[in-house]
């Protein structure tokens, strides 16, 4: 006979696992959606690993670790150093991505597939664009070497 506590953690982790499944199949209309609506994309499918880069997010500018990067699946983590709230959003050829919006000394993490072109990076908080928390980033060549020049976007200095 069955043990009716392990047969209940079996059917919770069947449900779980096929709801995560619906769910990432779904995607929430975050990839290629140009909305501008706040989506969390689905993780990273086991088996496959996303590249990292770190946002480092301060008032008013993004400093990233280079601006070139070839086509695939990639981990922003978005650092807020500043004294104010900030998110990242990454609008191009792969479409509309936005992370939450994070209080300073959170993070956020934003996972999405970068494909061939030019995308802008900004703040999308209420005018901290127009500040300077704006850059672009290059997308299909080789990526440049750490450290290799300036590496954020010019911001004010506030």
Request: hydrophobic share 30%.
């Amino acid at each position: 006979m069955t043990n009716p506590r392990t047969r209940n953690r079996v059917v919770l982790g069947v449900a779980a696992g096929g709801l995560t499944a619906l769910l990432a199949a779904c995607g929430g209309g975050g990839y290629g959606s140009s909305t501008g609506a706040t989506t969390t994309p689905a993780p990273t499918k086991a088996g496959t690993s996303a590249t990292r880069v770190t946002a480092v997010l301060t008032d008013f500018h993004i400093q990233l670790p280079t601006h070139k990067y070839r086509p695939g699946q990639y981990t922003f983590t978005a650092q807020n150093k500043g004294q104010h709230q900030h998110a990242l959003e990454l609008v191009g050829p792969g479409g509309s991505n936005r992370s939450k919006t994070v209080n300073p000394g959170q993070s956020t993490a934003l996972t999405l597939t970068l494909k061939s072109g030019t995308y802008q990076v900004f703040c999308p908080v209420d005018g901290h664009r127009d500040l300077g928390m704006n850059t672009k980033i290059a997308v299909g060549g080789t990526p440049a070497p750490s450290g290799s020049g300036n590496t954020s976007s010019p911001g004010k200095g506030y």
